[in-house]
C-alpha cells in the first residue's frame, strides 16, 4: 500500500529566509509525486508533481523539489519565502490504476511566515 | 486550461437530510474521477473512484449506501450523502482525470457540507 509521511505538522520561518518541507513515501513501484497547497477554507492548487526525467522538478510560485529515490524523499524547497506563502501544504503519491490517478496524501504541513 | 466545477461551494443542511454534490468536468471527458474527505486539520482521505458508467469503488470504511456516487456522463459525477448526520461535516472534493491522460489531475474547489 502507498503512504507519505510529512514529518513536520508546522513550520515557522521568517519572510526572506529559506524552506523546506519533508514528504517521505512509501510505494511499491516509481511514484508519481505531487505537492499541493491549500490556503485556509480553500481547495488544492498544484504546486508542482514528478512523474519521470529530471529529479529536479521546478514548480509554481517559485517552489522546486527533488526526488530522491534511494532516500524516497521528495521534499519541497523555496530559496526566499513570501509571506503569502503561508499555508497548509500537502505531500502525495499517487500511481495509475484503471484511468486514472488514486492520490494518498501526507497529513499536511503547516507553514508559518513571520515578518 | 482544464476546470473542474464543484456545486455548491458550500451547504448547510438539517440532520437526517440528503445533500448532493456535483462534480464536473467543464472542458474535457473523464472516465474517471475520485471523491476525497477532508476534515478540518486533517488531511485528504479518498473515500470513492467514480468511474463512469459503472459502480464507484468505495476504500475501506466507507459506506456505500451512505454515500451514493453516481458518474452518469463524462463530465459529471454526483456524490450524494444520505440521511446526513453532524459527523458528516466535512470538506469534500473530487479531482476528475481527462480520458486517455492518466497522469493528469485537475481538483474541484470543494465542497463545504455543515450538517447541523
Known amino acids: 500500500a502507498q503512504s507519505v509521511t510529512q514529518p513536520d505538522i508546522h513550520i515557522t520561518v521568517s519572510e526572506g529566509a529559506s524552506l523546506e518541507l519533508r514528504c517521505n513515501y512509501s510505494?511499491?513501484?516509481?511514484?508519481?509525486l505531487f505537492w499541493y497547497v491549500q490556503s485556509p477554507g480553500q481547495g488544492l492548487q498544484l504546486l508542482l508533481k514528478?512523474?519521470?526525467?529530471?529529479?529536479l522538478v521546478q514548480g509554481i510560485k517559485g517552489f522546486e523539489a527533488e526526488f530522491k529515490r534511494s532516500q524516497s524523499s521528495f521534499n519541497l524547497r523555496k530559496p526566499s519565502v513570501h509571506w503569502s506563502d503561508a499555508a497548509e501544504y500537502f505531500c502525495?503519491?499517487?500511481?495509475?490504476?484503471?484511468?486514472?490517478?488514486?492520490?494518498?496524501f501526507g497529513t499536511g504541513t503547516q507553514l508559518k511566515v513571520e515578518l | 486550461g482544464a476546470v473542474v466545477s464543484q456545486h455548491p461551494s458550500w451547504v448547510i443542511c438539517k440532520s437526517g437530510t440528503s445533500v448532493k454534490i456535483e462534480c464536473r468536468s467543464l472542458?474535457?471527458?473523464?472516465?474517471?474521477m475520485f471523491w476525497y474527505r477532508q476534515f478540518p486539520k486533517q488531511s485528504l482521505m479518498l473515500m470513492a473512484t467514480?468511474?463512469?458508467?459503472?459502480?464507484?469503488?468505495?476504500e475501506q470504511g466507507v459506506e456505500k449506501d451512505k454515500f451514493l456516487i453516481n458518474h452518469a456522463s463524462l463530465t459529471l459525477s454526483t456524490l450524494t450523502v444520505t440521511s446526513a448526520h453532524p459527523e458528516d461535516s466535512s470538506f469534500y472534493i473530487c479531482?476528475?482525470?481527462?480520458?486517455?491522460?492518466?497522469?493528469?489531475?485537475?481538483f474541484g474547489e470543494g465542497s463545504w457540507l455543515t450538517v447541523v
Open positions: 479531482s476528475a482525470h481527462p480520458t486517455g491522460s492518466g497522469n493528469t489531475i485537475y
Open positions: 510505494y511499491g513501484a516509481t511514484p508519481y
Open positions: 514528478y512523474f519521470s526525467g529530471d529529479t
Open positions: 502525495a503519491v499517487g500511481g495509475l490504476t484503471g484511468g486514472g490517478n488514486k492520490l494518498t
Open positions: 472542458d474535457f471527458q473523464a472516465t474517471t
Open positions: 467514480s468511474n463512469e458508467g459503472s459502480k464507484a469503488t468505495y
